[in-house]
């Protein structure tokens, strides 16, 4: 049992340095003229991620880590937020959460609000193929469009000088980049972060006229397959508990590591 215990706290540990990793990557290639000032700082267990310059942020204002060890630091902890007029964010691990950690923070106005399934594969080569779609790896040449796919897929407009600024972030070997079209016509989009040899699924998104028709399934495979094509040894990704991609993700061989819960003040 307790060599048990010691593997699922060491692929907690594992996730937790890939999700941070890709936050750090993520405060970098923000599509905002703002320029990140994400920080970190330790305190006891606890990992503060901080960006006074986006303080609505909830991704970039999370303390990783939190449970009995500091639950007498838990002042402190708010006061550092607090004096950059952030409210943040705890970002809570199965190990760390149980009766005494909730009571303390919901005394301080916290309470569980969402939950977050994180997942692991080792890649494999896959032989699925979806002729409709076309997958394309974003590059230098068509970086411009990627970001412009994801302004839509946001409803945002951003000036033209910041998509000519971000590109470069979109076509690094850390972080891959594909659009999947039908017909000629962009239907969804997928990321692929990397950290040595190991590597993240994220940003999976399909226009909304263009769901059912497995857009995310053939991203999905195709990514796995260039995850082994570059010799990555285990790939992680995460998803809203009990959604539909929860359920794709388990379908292609994704097996479940841990379920985050974030605990947020009510506004």
Excluded at 70 to 95: A, G, H, R
Excluded at 178 to 192: D, K, P, R, T
Aim: net charge negative.
């Amino acid at each position: 049992m307790g060599n048990l215990y010691q593997n699922v706290l060491f692929k907690q540990e594992k996730v937790n340095e890939m999700e941070l990793a890709l936050t750090q990557f993520n405060s970098k290639r923000a599509l905002s003229h703002v320029n990140s000032n994400l920080k970190l700082k330790n305190l006891g267990d606890c990992t503060l991620i901080i960006d006074s310059n986006a303080p609505n942020s909830i991704y970039y204002n999370r303390i990783k880590g939190f449970g009995n060890h500091d639950i007498d630091k838990v002042d402190y902890i708010l006061d550092t937020y607090y004096s950059e007029q952030i409210t943040p964010c705890f970002d809570m691990t199965p190990n760390n959460i149980n009766f005494e950690v909730s009571q303390v923070l919901m005394n301080k106005g916290f309470f569980c609000s969402e939950q977050l399934v994180f997942l692991e594969l080792e890649p494999y080569f896959t032989e699925y193929d979806n002729r409709e779609i076309d997958i394309v790896r974003v590059t230098e040449n068509n970086a411009k469009e990627f970001i412009n796919l994801i302004l839509l897929s946001d409803g945002k407009e951003v000036e033209k000088d910041l998509i000519e600024k971000k590109s470069v972030y979109f076509y690094q070997s850390n972080f891959q980049n594909f659009i999947a079209y039908i017909g000629g016509e962009a239907v969804g989009m997928g990321s692929l972060f990397i950290k040595g040899e190991e590597g993240y699924i994220a940003n999976g998104f399909t226009f909304p006229s263009y769901r059912g028709r497995k857009v995310q399934k053939s991203l999905l495979h195709f990514r796995i397959q260039v995850a082994k094509e570059l010799g990555l040894t285990k790939l992680y990704t995460d998803v809203e508990f009990g959604s539909i991609s929860h359920n794709n993700l388990l379908k292609v061989g994704f097996e479940s590591i841990l379920t985050s819960s974030f605990w947020m003040k009510a506004k």
